[in-house]
């Protein structure tokens, strides 16, 4: 007959057989760590590498100044939030995928397929209309749009992996607001959204699920 101690064993392995059916658990938390290292580092080559970068630390700089003369720099910005953006997905993949194959997981399954719609649907809307904005030199609102959008992302994502994507998500999303009302700091909430944010979340979820 089974003790007490081996019915809670066994419920134990029920309960984690359950959780990994039904949630994505190979999302690592070194992903965000270095998503928001890369975001700082993008913000800084913008800041201090881009010729007339610093003008970004000051406010109301894309109200202040003439369309024409930003072009070539809202042009390179463009460039670089592109790179970053694909050195963080990477980056995100790749330990999600030594993470996966460390604890015997499969990275596609109909729970990460489910994940991955979850994240598209805002991250692509969001993207439409931050290319409107643009397009419509309505510059101040690109931030605010990516934060908002990439928040909504992560709330959604947050049901089928950890809780703490969703209370991230819903962090970006009150930054995103924030920087809606203040749009001339837009590169301070940039660094803060993108990087310490990512960076705080990392950190914790590396130190509560992987050590």
């Given at each position: 007959?089974?003790?007490?101690?081996?019915?809670?064993?066994?419920?134990?392995?029920?309960?984690?057989?359950?959780?990994?059916?039904?949630?994505?658990?190979?999302?690592?938390?070194?992903?965000?760590?270095?998503?928001?290292?890369?975001?700082?580092?993008?913000?800084?080559?913008a800041?201090?590498?881009?010729?007339?970068?610093?003008?970004?630390?000051?406010?109301?700089?894309?109200?202040?100044?003439?369309?024409?003369?930003?072009?070539?720099?809202?042009?390179?910005?463009?460039?670089?939030?592109?790179v970053?953006?694909?050195?963080?997905?990477?980056?995100?993949?790749?330990?999600?995928?030594?993470?996966?194959?460390?604890?015997?997981?499969?990275?596609?399954?109909?729970?990460?397929?489910?994940?991955?719609?979850?994240l598209?649907?805002?991250?692509?809307?969001?993207?439409?209309?931050?290319?409107?904005?643009?397009?419509?030199?309505?510059?101040?609102?690109?931030?605010?749009?990516?934060?908002?959008?990439?928040?909504?992302?992560?709330?959604?994502?947050?049901?089928?992996?950890?809780?703490?994507?969703?209370?991230l998500?819903?962090?970006?999303?009150?930054t995103?607001?924030?920087?809606?009302?203040?749009?001339?700091?837009?590169?301070?909430?940039?660094?803060?959204g993108?990087?310490?944010?990512?960076?705080?979340?990392?950190?914790?979820?590396?130190?509560?699920?992987?050590?």
């Amino acid at each position: 007959m089974e003790t007490q101690s081996e019915y809670i064993e066994d419920l134990r392995i029920i309960k984690k057989v359950m959780e990994e059916s039904s949630r994505f658990l190979s999302l690592s938390g070194l992903s965000g760590l270095f998503a928001g290292l890369i975001a700082l580092a993008g913000a800084a080559i913008a800041v201090f590498v881009f010729p007339d970068g610093k003008i970004l630390l000051r406010g109301g700089f894309f109200l202040e100044q003439p369309v024409d003369d930003l072009i070539l720099l809202k042009i390179r910005l463009s460039i670089l939030a592109l790179v970053v953006l694909i050195l963080a997905i990477s980056i995100s993949l790749w330990f999600s995928y030594r993470k996966a194959r460390r604890k015997g997981l499969k990275m596609w399954t109909p729970v990460s397929k489910k994940l991955l719609a979850s994240l598209l649907v805002p991250l692509v809307t969001g993207g439409i209309l931050i290319i409107i904005f643009y397009l419509q030199h309505n510059w101040q609102l690109v931030i605010p749009s990516m934060l908002v959008f990439y928040g909504l992302a992560l709330v959604g994502a947050g049901k089928f992996t950890y809780n703490d994507v969703h209370y991230l998500g819903l962090t970006e999303i009150i930054t995103g607001i924030a920087a809606l009302i203040l749009p001339a700091y837009g590169i301070i909430f940039w660094c803060f959204g993108f990087g310490l944010l990512h960076i705080i979340y990392g950190l914790l979820m590396y130190r509560k699920y992987e050590r």
